[in-house]
């Protein structure tokens, strides 16, 4: 009988702890989307006259600004125009290691021509 009241004694123990974990993991779930959803996208304007090569995968050449764009990207020449980053370190991880033509190829960067 003892022995009966200890087999049920531990499973309600690990009942109890297995519902404790999946309870703080649920907790620690929703607070990584809530994160990820109160990131705000930002616009970035080419501002850089530059148009040799590597020029558009440096950050210093873009522009945080609001879209549509109110800075002009030029006329006459092929140069991006806008990339939406939530942040100025996004945007530097998404130009790094990139060729100009692979910006201007690239369907998520706007351009004008």
Not at 15 to 41: I, P
Not at 70 to 75: A, E, H, L, R, V
Not at 78 to 107: F, Q, V, W
Request: aromatic fraction near 10%; charge should be negative; proline fraction near 4%.
């Amino acid at each position: 009988m003892s022995t009966l009241k200890k087999y049920w004694l531990r499973a309600i123990t690990a009942f109890t702890l297995a519902l404790g974990v999946m309870y703080f993991a649920q907790a620690f779930d929703r607070k990584s989307e809530e994160k990820e959803s109160t990131k705000v996208t930002t616009v970035f304007h080419y501002v850089g006259d530059d148009t040799s090569e590597g020029a558009f995968a440096n950050p210093d050449n873009w522009e945080e600004g609001s879209s549509p764009s109110t800075i002009p990207c030029g006329s006459g020449q092929n140069k991006p125009c806008e990339k939406s980053a939530t942040d100025k370190d996004e945007l530097t991880d998404m130009l790094e290691g990139r060729s100009n033509s692979d910006i201007l190829n690239d369907p998520t960067f706007s351009t004008r021509q």
